[in-house]
């Protein structure tokens, strides 16, 4: 594991506000296939799991033994999944809207409701279409990759498959995400070292919109001594040193 101030850290988004995390950390910002920057494979179809493997792929090619990860929706998918498959090269994950079943389970119906199917010319998605075409290699590819992302197949995780995840996870929410609370705190209760945060009067877009809300928690999350005083009960009380 590399130092404090050069440790890696390793991401779906480039559109956050980084500049807390970067006093501590070096930062990798990822554009998966099809994203950003990365130019889509046409004949390779677009999965959570080939996420996750291309991801650790890159680590492998710059020599990164460990990271950090910090993902917002499938992002936080990949992320946790690359704590489920690949922990050897996870030292924390953090995760924001991300859903660990499958949308019928996860998904808020009352957020994630549409008047009508969107498209890729749809309005409710003009922020991803836009942010797409200004750094894209071919922008008018966007009808395209936006078929393809919407088609993915996702089903989460298995009860087995959260409980056996032994890395330090974050799991943060929008008290009105897309993700449910409840999808979220039920996936807290079945992953060990899961932590779990609610974004008050928050949205799926909060890292964007209000990332100085999101940030700190992240950066307390990942910075924070892997050994802390015990936590406080009703059964050992609370003691100023002892207990927290």
């Given amino acids: 594991m590399v130092s404090k101030c050069q440790e890696n850290f390793v991401n779906r988004r ?5 500049c807390p995390l970067a006093q501590n950390h070096s930062i990798i910002t ?12 046409p004949d390779r179809p677009i999965s959570i799991e080939q996420y996750a493997k291309d991801v650790v792929d890159l680590l492998k090619y710059l020599g990164i033994a460990k990271a950090d990860f910090f993902g917002e929706s499938y992002g936080g998918n990949t992320a946790a999944l690359i704590a489920v498959r690949y922990p050897e090269f996870v030292r924390r994950v953090a995760t924001y809207s991300a859903t660990f ?3 019928e389970v996860a998904l808020n119906p009352e957020t994630t ?3 009508h199917p969107p498209t890729a ?3 409710y998605i003009q922020f991803q279409r836009d942010n797409y075409k200004r750094v894209a290699p071919v922008p008018e590819y966007w009808p395209k990759i936006f078929n393809k992302v919407v088609s993915i197949h996702w089903e989460g995780f298995s009860r087995e498959a959260l409980a056996s995840i032994n890395v330090p996870i ?3 929410v929008g008290d009105r995400d897309f993700v449910r609370v409840e999808h979220a705190v039920e996936s807290f209760k079945l992953i060990p070292n899961a932590e779990l945060a609610v974004i008050p009067n928050a949205s799926h877009f909060a890292p964007f919109s209000e990332p100085q809300r999101v940030i700190p928690i992240v950066k307390h999350f990942l910075e924070k001594p892997e050994k802390r005083l015990p936590l406080a009960t009703a059964r050992n009380g609370y003691h100023p040193g002892e207990t927290r």
């Avoid at 990822?30 to 494979?41: C, F, K, S, W």
């Fill in 14 to 18: 480039r559109a956050l506000s980084w």
């Fill in 101 to 103: 079943g499958v949308p």
């Fill in 170 to 172: 974050l799991i943060l």
């Fill in 121 to 123: 010319d749809s309005s």
């Fill in 30 to 41: 990822v554009d998966l296939q099809g994203n950003g920057r990365t130019a889509d494979i």
């Fill in 113 to 115: 409701h549409f008047d």
